[in-house]
């Protein structure tokens, strides 16, 4: 895992790119780019470029982001015996975090937290989705989950950036875990609601990837995130979408 926790990193790159499609050779391109910005994004890698490189692409992604995290994204919801062995494969092909579905129980956010700080690697756990069918389970239970989250030693809660009074509640919670919220763009998410009810990082993909310009979209929203940490009292007001 990298030095610093995700909060203080937060504060310098608060965008994680979203990686959900293959490792293509221009997908490779546009990763060494944003690997040479002046503030390399962290990078969450999830089930599809897995599915169509295997997991070893998570090293290769790994190799071009260097002093970034690197968040392996396929949100494990198992038996905690399962769960920890998946968990340190992951972090063996070169994750610095891993997501784990806090829905499947507190035993095996506990397994997954043991299993990861033994490999120097940190626990991301989904507190609620940000999908509109995520709230239907995930809204009984999600305060229950961050409780647990941070009982367990997680790093981290996703929560969702299309419900930022969600986000506000768990911010009450989380004491210091850093909250991420994908939803952001596509799925009709505001990035200043988002960082001004208490999310440390935001988490986007498809407005990113899909732009005419990906890095300069990515540079769009770093300037737009550093603007609301600097001054949040300009941004502040609470609307859910
Ligand atoms: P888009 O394209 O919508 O991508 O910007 C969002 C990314 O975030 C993931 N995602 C979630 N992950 N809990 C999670 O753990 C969620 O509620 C959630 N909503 C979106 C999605 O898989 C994609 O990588």
Not at 60 to 73: N, Q, R
Request: charged content about 25%; overall charge neutral; some cysteine.
């Amino acid at each position: 895992m990298l030095d610093s926790d995700l909060r203080t990193l937060a504060r310098r790159t608060p965008v994680v790119v979203a990686l959900d499609h293959e490792v293509d050779a221009g997908t490779r391109r546009l990763l060494q780019e944003f690997s040479s910005l002046e503030r390399p994004p962290p990078v969450k890698i999830g089930w599809l470029p897995i599915l169509e490189g295997g997991a070893r692409v998570i090293g290769s992604v790994k190799e071009i982001f260097p002093g970034a995290p690197i968040i392996a994204d396929i949100k494990i919801a198992d038996i905690p015996y399962m769960g920890g062995l998946i968990a340190r494969r992951l972090v063996h092909h070169g994750a610095d975090y891993v997501i784990v579905h806090g829905f499947a129980g507190s035993d095996l956010l506990r397994e997954v937290a043991r299993t990861l700080e033994e490999e120097g690697a940190g626990l991301i756990v989904v507190a609620e989705m940000s999908s509109e069918g995520g709230k239907e389970c995930y809204s009984i239970c999600a305060k229950r989950i961050v409780l647990e989250a941070a009982r367990a030693g997680a790093k981290g809660i996703v929560a969702p950036a299309t419900r930022p009074s969600r986000i506000l509640e768990f911010r009450r919670l989380t004491g210091d875990l850093a909250i991420l919220a994908p939803g952001v763009g596509a799925q009709g998410g505001n990035l200043e609601d988002t960082l001004t009810a208490g999310a440390d990082m935001i988490i986007v993909g498809r407005s990113i990837w899909t732009s005419k310009d990906p890095i300069s979209s990515y540079r769009d929203l770093m300037r737009r995130a550093l603007d609301v940490i600097d001054a949040p009292e300009k941004y502040r007001r609470t609307r859910d979408r």
